[in-house]
C-alpha cells in the first residue's frame, strides 16, 4: 500500500455493523460495503447479549438488524445505507465528508 493509500484509509471513518448469523438484509449491506471495498467491523449481537445491549443502547432501542455506523452517525440499516449509495451520498460519508 503506498503512502497517499495508507494516508487516505487512515482519514477514513469505521465502519461498524451490528448483525446477526442469519440476516439477507445483513448479506445486502456487507455485500454493498464489501464492492465499494470499505473494511466493516461486524458484531454478532446474536452470539453476545452484551453486544445487544450495547447496541440498543447505541441506536435508541432499535432492535432490527443490521445497524450500522459510519465513524460516530448512525446511518440505520440496509435500506438507508441504500438510499444513501442511490442519492450519491454514500462515498462522501465513507471518506469520512
Known amino acids: 500500500m503506498s503512502a497517499v493509500e495508507q494516508s487516505n ?8 455493523m451490528y448483525s446477526t448469523a442469519f440476516c ?3 448479506d445486502r449491506a456487507r455485500a454493498l460495503l464489501n464492492r465499494k471495498g470499505v473494511p466493516v467491523v461486524e458484531i454478532k449481537v446474536d452470539e453476545n447479549m452484551a ?10 432501542g432499535r432492535r432490527t438488524v ?12 440496509y435500506e438507508e445505507l ?4 442511490r442519492q450519491g451520498a454514500l462515498d462522501a460519508l465513507l471518506q469520512g465528508r
Do not use: N, W
Not at 482519514?11 to 461498524?16: G, K, M
Not at 445491549?53 to 441506536?59: D, F, I
Not at 441504500?82 to 449509495?85: G, I, R, S, T, V
Open 9 to 16: 484509509t487512515a482519514l477514513q471513518p469505521s465502519v461498524v
Open 24 to 26: 439477507g438484509y445483513c
Open 51 to 60: 453486544d445487544r445491549e450495547a447496541m440498543l443502547k447505541r441506536t435508541g
Open 66 to 77: 443490521p445497524q450500522i455506523f459510519i465513524g460516530d452517525r448512525h446511518v440505520g440499516g
Open 82 to 85: 441504500a438510499q444513501l449509495e
